[in-house]
């Protein structure tokens, strides 16, 4: 949003207390500092506080702060006993969370009688491998899903606001309840980040030769698998029953393959093992393209010389070729000068790019549909 000046107006008005100035809080922080919103920071951790305002995420909360909204962005063991705090402390204004599990929070707060009419739980679906406030950014919410679990007793103003937060942080806000929260976050989160741990852990007794091998298919598949195990104890201890579910259907594919391979002259084994490919395939159609559509792109690898200025070369000439790029990959060849970028494109610009760029003196490594 913006004024009749032109400069940024936040929907969130007034101040806006974080408590926890981690990732997630601090991340938070910078995007409303730079909106001109008044951000007060509370952690349990001085250095975590400290560090996190002078990276600028916002200023020491003070005793007579009077915020309209609370975003709580504590580890997930604690998030209950601060939501009931910051209730209490603050009956004027609106609390609401940012922990990945919905349920579990909630159930223990109406156990203990908390009047929640006030409380809204949120979920923003962002953030790194890294931790900390020293690895926080504003930009990491653009675009990304931010879920906001309403009940019957949520106030239309109090929706608007915490909604407001996800708008103004340039987030996508997305209503669920709890249940269907948690079950979502199971398949296309906590799983994945089990699966990418299982087979990264399979490389600490591999050998140098093997992992000099290692492309940009197995570096994907085991991006997150660097995050912090700590958090993660939480996260998934939280969400147990429905990681289950997903970890007990996932097994019994794994066993059916692994059946099928013992002896593939079997009859029926190579279907088998095709029809796993396949059903990947389709689930990998159902993803959301580039800003939630489901539009397709075709891919070009082109070959980078590892010198400065190659890349910002390439995109320049394919901007001067009227380009878009709809996504990048990069992997590096080990042992060579030359780097593989992979470009994202939508079809029709697919033979365009090729010629321009083979016109400029680039290699085309390969097309993919």
């Known amino acids: 949003m913006s004024d009749s000046t032109g400069a940024l107006s936040a929907r969130v008005q007034g101040t806006v207390r974080i408590v926890g100035a981690g990732l997630l809080g601090s991340s938070i922080g910078h995007a409303l500092s730079g909106n001109g919103v008044d951000v007060a920071l509370d952690d349990t951790s001085p250095a975590q506080l400290r560090l996190a305002i002078d990276y600028g995420a916002g200023r020491a909360a003070r005793e007579d702060d ?25 009956p004027h204004a609106v609390v609401t969370d940012v922990a990945s599990v919905k349920l579990e929070p909630l159930r223990t707060l ?46 239309a103003s109090d929706l608007a606001l915490v909604e407001g937060l996800a708008l103004d942080l340039g987030a996508t806000p997305i209503e669920m309840t709890p249940e269907e929260h948690d079950r979502s976050v199971a398949l296309v989160s906590h799983v994945p980040q089990l699966v990418a741990s299982l087979l990264a852990g399979r490389f ?23 995050s912090a195990p700590e958090l993660w104890v939480q996260i998934l201890g939280a969400n147990s029953a429905p990681v289950v579910d997903v970890l007990d259907a996932l097994a ?3 066993a059916s393959v692994a059946d099928a391979l013992r002896d593939p002259e079997v009859p029926g084994a190579r279907r088998a093992v095709a029809d796993t490919i396949r059903r990947g395939n389709d689930g990998v ?54 780097g593989l970028a992979e470009i994202s494109v939508v079809p029709s610009a697919v033979r365009g790019a090729i010629e ?6 680039w290699r085309i490594a390969s097309v993919n549909d």
Not at 122 to 132: D, I, M, N, T
Not at 356 to 361: S, Y
């Open 66 to 90: 009077a915020p309209s909204l609370v975003v709580v962005a504590v580890p997930p063991d604690v998030t209950a006993d601060v939501i009931e705090r910051e209730l209490a402390r603050f």
């Open 110 to 155: 109406r156990d203990r009688g908390v009047d929640l009419r006030r409380y809204i739980g949120s979920h923003p679906l962002a953030g790194r491998e890294r931790g900390g406030a020293i690895a926080a950014r504003a930009d990491i919410f653009i675009g990304r899903p931010w879920v906001v679990c309403r009940d019957g007793e949520t106030s």
């Open 204 to 226: 600490v007794d591999a050998s140098d030769g093997s992992l000099r091998l290692a492309g940009q298919g197995v570096r994907d598949t085991t991006r997150i698998a660097a």
């Open 252 to 254: 019994a594919d794994l």
């Open 285 to 338: 159609e159902r993803l959301p393209g580039k800003h939630g559509q489901d539009r397709r792109f075709e891919s070009l690898v082109v070959m980078v010389d590892d010198r400065p200025g190659q890349l910002g070369r390439l995109f320049g000439e394919l901007g001067e070729l009227g380009v878009n790029v709809e996504d990048l990959r990069l992997e590096h060849s080990p042992g060579a000068q030359f």
């Open 356 to 361: 321009g760029l083979e016109a400029r003196g």
